[in-house]
């Protein structure tokens, strides 16, 4: 069985900064992309970022470039997310995604959520 598990969420100020972790856990599998969503209260869940299985190729939503940065570590099968120049409008729980590879198949795994507040 394989399990996300995020950290590093919390409040933060307007302009200040929080580094978010999600590792997955679990044997026998392999991980592809990984990625983080949001979702603000009364909103569909968006992508925030996304990154491939090397780690060479990242993308981001365009309200977060510039500003957000996706990374991860293989060996530890952790993927993070550092947030930069945090705005309000960055409110919202924050939840993991991996593309999970077991044998010749791949499943979506979704981490439970970590919240994130930012004051202004």
């Known amino acids: 069985q394989v399990q996300l598990v995020e950290s590093g969420g919390g409040l933060g100020q307007a302009g200040g900064s929080l580094r978010l972790s999600c590792a997955a856990s679990g044997s026998g599998f392999s991980i592809d992309a990984m990625a983080w969503y949001r979702q603000a209260p009364g909103k569909q869940r968006e992508l925030v970022a996304r990154?491939?299985?090397?780690?060479?190729?990242?993308n981001y939503a365009n309200s977060v470039k510039g500003r957000f940065t996706i990374s991860r570590d293989n060996p530890k099968n952790t993927v993070y997310l550092q947030m930069d120049s945090l705005k309000p409008e960055d409110t919202a729980v924050y939840y993991c995604?991996?593309?999970?590879?077991?044998?010749?198949?791949?499943?979506?795994?979704w981490g439970q959520g970590t919240q994130v507040t930012v004051s202004s």
């Open positions: 995604n991996a593309d999970i590879i077991v044998g010749t198949n791949v499943y979506a795994y």
């Open positions: 990154i491939s299985s090397g780690g060479l190729s990242t």
